[in-house]
């Protein structure tokens, strides 16, 4: 099962019933046909917002953070634009994104989750990521900023 499906099915078990414990959620995934290691889901509770609560009778839970959506960890997000992003490339207003294969939706979204001044918008491919940039300066300064990330000050690449 996918990792969205995964937290999707998480966040459905949670809004249903409570869990004392992420042994009775694993238990609960598993009987619903989806395996996950006790990491795996330690990390998707985090990634998923999910806190522990304690009751007046000292038992505790899991419970979503309002909404049930996907906060991305920022250290996961620096992850993958210094280790994902192997090359910028601009056209115009446009920069080009090259990551390894596979790769390019999780560059798109943490890119997205940079909030630059000028990004218009991504699109995500496989190993492609476009970036709609205001103009062509504002592509210039993302380019350098991206650059600077993967530590290739002065685009050298």
């Known amino acids: 099962m996918s990792r ?21 959620l694993a238990e609960a995934l598993g ?3 989806t395996e996950v290691t006790q990491a795996t889901l330690s990390r998707d509770l985090r990634s ?9 009778d000292g038992g505790t839970w899991y419970e979503l953070p ?18 994902f992003v192997n090359e910028a490339r601009l ?10 294969p596979g790769h390019a939706s999780a560059v ?3 890119i997205d989750m940079l909030e630059f001044e000028g990004l218009v918008g ?12 205001a103009d062509t300066a504002t592509a210039k300064r993302f380019k350098r900023h991206l650059d600077a990330l993967a530590g290739r000050i002065g685009g050298a690449r």
């Open 66 to 83: 309002g909404p049930a959506t996907e906060q991305l960890d920022r250290g996961r997000q620096m992850v993958d634009l210094k280790v």
């Open 122 to 133: 991504s699109v995500a491919g496989d190993d492609t990521v476009l970036c709609v940039l």
């Open 48 to 56: 998923l917002g999910v806190s522990k609560r304690s009751g007046p």
């Open 108 to 110: 798109a979204r943490a």
């Open 31 to 33: 009987r619903g046909g």
């Open 4 to 24: 969205p499906h995964r937290l999707t099915r998480i966040a459905q078990l949670l809004s249903e019933r409570r869990f004392s414990s992420q042994d009775e």
């Open 91 to 100: 056209a115009q207003n446009l920069a080009i994104v090259k990551t390894p």
